[in-house]
């Protein structure tokens, strides 16, 4: 929604939306040199709205704000600057390895998770033996977000499909699925039906493709199920007949918009669920970061700022 | 959804799905011969849904359940009958004039409120003094339900605007927008665009009418606003474009269904409700039973059990 | 706890904590010329505290407010003042005969209520068929905070006992009591036990009397049960053994102080609950102002001002 | 509260309150032979209480439950056994080496921490970040419980105080706290005067000793604070003066008891934390098993039975 444009009273701007950093200098007791810290990339001017004064700018109703690298704010493609230490997230060096992973989309889901959970406590959503097992999830997309979204919801015990148009799967996809127990599933017209007679609880889409494919996502829904629009549809419409709604009303079904993340609490949790996924899953962790440049590696660094490659999880330019 | 259906064993049953008693027998201390009571007409089979089992039905899984004089489950149009005390609401005799209008839909409205509130949790949705006075509420249709859940949201303390297509509104309209301090307004192609530039932070659409107007619901809503589905639409479709969903993403929107509710309780928050407005809204409350009968006026009975008159809210029918 | 001073740079302040006034003029389109609003009596700096920051004075860490007519702020006690919307609570004239009752203290229990509520979501606290009616509750003291306490509970569904150590009970006492449905119970030492036994769900201490009752009402907590303090102890000591606190951990139990309330929301709860009580408890309503007098009565309203009657619940001081 | 009985009919019990075993054989799709799991060790005969219904037995109002190898049920340490699946936890083979950590406390401690997250919800209780690293919290008890509580609330984000009464701390409380950034706090008499003037926004009781040192957690409360109550003191009285209690009131402050977990949730919680602090704190995990010894070690075993070593945090019998 928002265009880029450079910070107030300057006509360019310095790149960089995500990194790491190392503390040089702080006056903060909490900060120590050489102790590994990442910036928030989106900030609030606050002002008015309520969410943005308590911190919670992911929900803000005032639609001011700030990105680094990109909205009004210079980015962090330096090797030296200053920064507000409550806009700085610390890093454990143990994961620095993985840490970039912590950046969006990975912390913009996990406030898409805890928000989806916030809604479900309009009931009991956990199952007969307290946890989240019995629950049937779907993400739609295979790509960088549908990969770690499918992760974080099976990280939190649910039961995990994740569903494209590829066939075969790329292989990074299968071993991804295969270690950490997903059930890959390829949709076709066909089997968009036999998903909606097998029902869920919760439908994620990240495909950011046609909007038609949401009409179906719907109709796959259980009763009290949710479905969680991620991904920006980006052409298309949903054609949604009278008798679709009924069904939707009578379930008592939710659709929410999930996407807007990436605060302290949610790169915190970012970082937590990756030291696990460390431990528990060292195959699929080390498959998340596709490929490390070098910042001097000037042909490369452009390719990979330009396009995705296909399979393209996390691109970590080093600063050698 | 449920075809209506006789209780098993018997091929008729006695209709009946809204009333209120007086006790004649009681072995439960709580229940003394005299008192006014109102029995639940929608009650789950329970089993193994977790909602049932803790007195929720109305956010059942299992889709098992019978209601009073439709499916499965006799009515209470007899002069005695036996119910267990679980299922009886009772009524305080100051207010047994109005108590009728506790039944559906008043009860199911005080779910679907409850439910709103409950979604909202998700970020603060009070106003910088704690309550719902800066939130702009619109209920689209002005029939029963229409008018009732914008009385409701009022006593919650939002502004409230009651869409219809009707102009001049019903003279029964009218006043009881006047005396409850709602807003009434007559939609057209034209001024559904005044109300998307105007914003709402919630929509209820009550008319049960064409799926169409749901796109127009999706695109009046501000940021973190909630549509809430509560009449079955009963013809067309929702034509809803891509960047329509880009909005509603962005926006942290939510589509819910609300319809179900009736349970003790909402009987209970209803009839604390209706004390209220008897108080605060004498003239409204006046208006809210439009038509009473006696129950040996056989033709007026029939008539009313055949079909809604304009401007009908609700009708009581009276055993003398 | 906060000692009375005069507003900034003077050495008087006017009196008047709690009020009912006229609009006489408004440039806000909400309040109109002759409507009765009732001002908030205490008010926050605000500053940096989250809660002040989003309307929730009464949850304020930063400790810094100002109460009218007592600390920092002058009081209502004058023919005409300016104050800002935000502070003003609207009140329907059909119930400006007992409005005042909406102040402090009822104000204070909505928010005790609501808070006990909330913390009660740990869990399942509802009944199996969804409401409060299973559930104990016991309010020690009679005094007008225990009275309004008592019937509050009830209007949310509770069986409510009502405890104090006067025998017989005041005639206006055992009136509300016998129109509410509450239980009245006269305790000593032996009929403490007695409660042990019998067990509650729900315990609220009122009486600012000996901290030395606080071990009792700890003691007949039945499971996941809560013990709100609202009353300041004025004198003694609790001695609480080992066994007690092994019991309270084992039981889930739970002791908070529930003092602070009087925000718009509590306010507009309390004038709601008092117009629902108009219409279902006549008689209770007329009881709850003990007294009516007149501004020009010097000599009585000196004695209202110095001290309590026996049985006070509220003196209205009339402006005519 | 309990005391120790064998199952039903026998006079006898088999001993094994915690364990990790193989799946042999299985008819349920989703444990599959070769993997690892973990019984839970409480449960609950259900019946009539709707938080065991739901699968949370930990808030049982019924108190009717078994303990295996303790309270009417066999326990664990038999070479085969048969378990109904809804009570064993998958444990991934990657932790094996840690896994056992995950019996209580460590999951009572998941479960202590979620309800007070949860009582906290009744304000904001994050930070103007939206995480909690403003809040200062400390744990009584440098045992397993309170080092295992003091990890887990740094893993929330809280600076953590660890306070005890001996010193020098030994040397593996030191070095725990120092890689996990935890305060050691050695305090006195005299100290916990410093402690009160400091304050904290919660404050964990681990000591089980006695219930003298309670009045004072309750001074170091900030407003807004809580106590949780997990050791059961084990002699002693807690003497509270009036004016603490009108402290307490004033701050908003809860005490509450927060001893019952152990089930399926809080289990696979402990083990997604068991992994991350594998990543994280390498050192410290590997120092929270004091000690592993062979089941052929009789004598080794019987004494590891009998009695807790100084430093202890978890003893692992092996089956090799």
Redesign the interface.
């Known amino acids: ?1 928002a265009t880029s444009r450079p910070p107030p009273g300057k006509d360019w701007l310095v790149l960089g939306h995500e990194a790491i950093g190392i503390v040089e200098e702080s006056s903060d007791p ?1 900060f120590k040199p050489g102790e590994l810290v990442m910036p928030v990339n989106r900030r609030s001017y606050e002002g008015h709205c ?2 943005c ?4 700018p992911d ?3 005032a ?1 001011e704000y700030v990105e680094a690298g990109m909205v009004g704010m210079d980015g962090f493609m330096v090797e030296y600057y200053y920064d507000d230490p ?2 700085l997230v610390k890093v ?1 060096s ?2 620095k390895d993985i840490a970039i992973l912590a950046q969006p989309p990975l912390s913009d889901l996990e406030k898409s998770i805890e ?1 989806i959970l ?2 479900q ?4 959503w ?6 989240y ?1 019995c629950r049937r999830a779907i993400v739609f997309g295979s790509g960088a977000t549908g990969t770690l979204f499918a992760l974080l919801l099976k ?1 939190y ?1 649910f039961e995990v499909y994740i569903a494209n148009r590829r066939d075969p799967p790329l292989e990074g996809e299968a071993k991804i699925a295969d270690e950490a127990g997903l059930v890959y599933y390829n949709y076709t017209k066909e089997s968009l039906d036999k998903l909606k007679k097998l029902g869920f609880d919760l439908v994620i889409d990240t495909t950011g493709a ?2 038609s494919l ?1 009409r179906h996502e719907i109709e796959i829904l ?3 199920g949710v479905l969680g ?2 991904g ?11 008798d679709v ?16 993340g990436q ?3 949610h790169f ?1 949790l970012a970082l ?2 990756l ?8 195959g699929v962790t080390k498959r998340l970061i596709t490929k490390v440049i070098s910042i001097n590696d000037e042909k490369e660094v452009i390719k990979a700022l330009n396009a995705k490659e296909p399979g393209e999880i996390k691109v970590k330019i080093k600063w050698d």
Chains 1, 2, 3, 4 share one sequence.
Request: proline share 9%.
């Open positions: 929604m909490r309520l969410n004064l308590v911190g919670r929900f803000c109703e639609e409550k806009y454990p143990e994961i928000e916030a809604i406590r309009r009931f009991i956990t199952c007969d033996d307290g946890t097992n990280t015990g046609s909007a949401i259980k009763p009290n629009l991620f920006f549809p980006s052409e298309g419409e949903a054609v949604i007949p009278y709604f009924q069904r939707f009303i009578y379930k008592a079904n939710v659709v929410v918009g999930i996407i807007n605060k302290p609490p915190q937590s669920h030291a696990q996924w460390k431990s528990v899953w060292p």
